[in-house]
C-alpha cells in the first residue's frame, strides 16, 4: 500500500508537517489510535505523547512529541491542531528540563518529554 493519507499539523507558529504518510498513531488519553486508509470520520481531543508514522510494514518510520491538541480525520486526511510538535532529534532531557523552567506554562509537555527520554532513550 502506498502512502495515502494526507497529514496536515499546524502550531500556533507554523504549518509543522504537511506530508503523505502510510499510517499515524496519535495519543488519546490511556490509549492510543491508529490512523488508516478509509478510516471513517472522527473528531477527537489528542494528549500530549508520542505520535509515530509508521511503514507499510508497521514499523515506526518516524516519531514526535506532540502536545495536546484536536484531530480531524476525514476522506484521508488528517488534521491536526497543537500546541508543541517536536521531532525527536530536536530535544534532549537537559534542553527539556530548560524549557520546562523557561516555559512554566508548558511544564507538562516537556515534563513528559523528559520522562518519556529517561524511560526510553537510555
Known sequence: MAENITLQIWTPERTAFNQKVYRVVLPTGK??????????????????????ILNPDDSIKDWYFI????????????????????????????????????????AVFYNMIVLYLQAFAG
Not at 79 to 99: M, W
Open 31 to 52: 490509549t492510543t489510535l491508529t490512523v488508516i486508509e478509509d478510516r471513517a470520520p472522527t473528531s477527537m481531543m489528542i494528549y500530549a505523547g508520542v505520535m509515530q
Open 67 to 106: 502536545d495536546k491538541g484536536v484531530a480531524d480525520i476525514a476522506q484521508n486526511m488528517c488534521r491536526i491542531s497543537t500546541a508543541h510538535l517536536l521531532h525527536h532529534s530536536q530535544i534532549t532531557i537537559d534542553k527539556a528540563l530548560e524549557l520546562k523552567e523557561k516555559e512554566p506554562e508548558n
